[in-house]
């Protein structure tokens, strides 16, 4: 079992990444509205306002996507599904997907444990 963390940087593709979790049978993912942490100390912190000019074109906020997947094979098809629709996360400012091991969950969908 996998967590996987999908930083959007690009929110235009959030409604088919989401439809191509759908297709893959990924459900119960969260999504949360993040804000790069440059972009937080180029405007709260004053040492750093210079940082604005150097962020000129990135975008302000990103979509943060968790959802547990059942192995790599499904992340791996997720991917590739992915780059079929023209969400490359290889491509300058797409995003970034990582994953981590599960060790352990509780949900309605019962117990799961693994510990290495």
């Known amino acids: 079992m996998l967590m996987v963390w999908i930083i959007l940087n690009k929110e235009e593709h959030e409604d088919d990444l989401l439809s191509a979790m759908i297709e893959l049978e990924i459900t119960g993912a969260t999504i949360l509205d993040g804000v790069g942490m440059e972009r937080v100390l180029a405007n709260d912190v004053p040492i750093f ?6 962020l000129a074109g990135s975008r302000p ?14 992340l791996i098809r997720l991917i590739d599904v992915l780059k079929e629709i023209g969400i490359d996360f290889q491509e300058p400012e797409i995003g970034e997907i990582f994953a981590l091991p599960v ?7 019962g117990l799961f444990e693994d510990w290495v």
């Not at 306002?49 to 150097?54: D, E, W």
């Open 103 to 109: 060790s352990f969950s509780l949900s309605q969908y």
């Open 61 to 74: 906020y990103n979509k943060n996507i968790i959802a547990v997947l059942k192995d790599k094979d499904t």
């Open 49 to 54: 306002a210079g940082l604005i000019q150097s």
